[in-house]
Each structure stands twice: as structure tokens, then as C-alpha cells.
């Protein structure tokens, strides 16, 4: 199996992940963003996804839903990298877990957890930390 997201669209909004369903995204908005950027190639201006996704709302209304949404996709992301790691190391790929550390650290750069992992890892692929 490989490590890609899997969306499926028809009977419901359903992510999966090596074939397992994933933590699902509250809000029918937020499922919408999700799917549209996973589509996307490049950057998309905030404002223009706040009018696409949001448009029922005051424009300060708008802007705080889009910014709480962006929020859980973050975190939901991070959860995300924080198991899929912890998966790799239990069966041993000391380097995919730390491939999948970095790449939360690029995206919470002062999360604590994640340099411990990531210093042990360092240490068990034979590097020095």
C-alpha cells in the first residue's frame, strides 16, 4: 500500500489513509476546502477562497470561520504526521519516520514532542543529533 491520502466522494465525504478512514473534517465547508486544495497545484489567495467557501457570511464572519477552519486542518494534519511517524518507527522504517518528523517540524517548528522524536530517530539511523 502507499502513504496517499485517498478521497472518496460518492455516500459521503470519506478521507483514507493506507486504506484506513481518517479522522473526518466537522463542517461540509471545511470538507469542501480540504478537497479543493488537494487539487490545487500552486498557492490560492486567502480571499479568494474565503468568497468561494464562505460567501453566507458578513466578510469579518467569514475571515474568523476561515481562519478556525485552517486551524483544525492544521491540526488534523499534524495529528496526522505525529501517527504516521509513530507507524514507521514501530515497524522499524527509522528513516520514513524521521522523513515524516521533519516534515512536522517544518510545519510546527517549536513543537517539542517532535524534536525528542526527532532526536532519537537521529540516533537510531546512526546519526548524531
Known amino acids: 500500500m502507499t502513504d496517499r491520502l485517498e478521497v472518496r466522494l460518492l455516500g459521503g465525504v470519506t478521507f483514507l489513509l493506507k486504506g484506513q478512514p481518517v479522522k473526518s473534517l466537522p463542517t461540509r465547508a471545511s470538507q469542501a476546502l480540504m478537497i479543493f486544495l488537494l487539487h490545487q497545484n500552486r498557492p490560492v489567495e486567502r480571499e479568494r477562497l474565503i468568497d468561494m467557501f464562505y460567501q453566507v457570511s458578513t466578510p469579518k464572519q467569514a475571515a474568523a470561520n476561515f481562519r478556525s477552519t485552517l486551524s483544525r486542518l ?3 494534519a499534524m495529528e496526522g504526521m505525529q501517527k504516521q511517524a509513530a507507524i ?3 515497524t522499524g522504517d527509522y528513516w520514513a519516520a524521521l522523513h515524516t518528523i521533519n516534515q512536522l517540524l517544518a510545519v510546527e517548528p517549536l513543537l517539542e514532542e517532535a524534536h525528542r522524536a526527532k532526536m532519537m530517530l537521529l540516533v ?4 548524531r543529533p
Do not use: K
Not at 124 to 127: C, H, K, S, V
Open 74 to 76: 492544521r491540526l488534523l
Open 88 to 90: 514507521y518507527e514501530q
Open 124 to 127: 537510531r539511523t546512526g546519526q
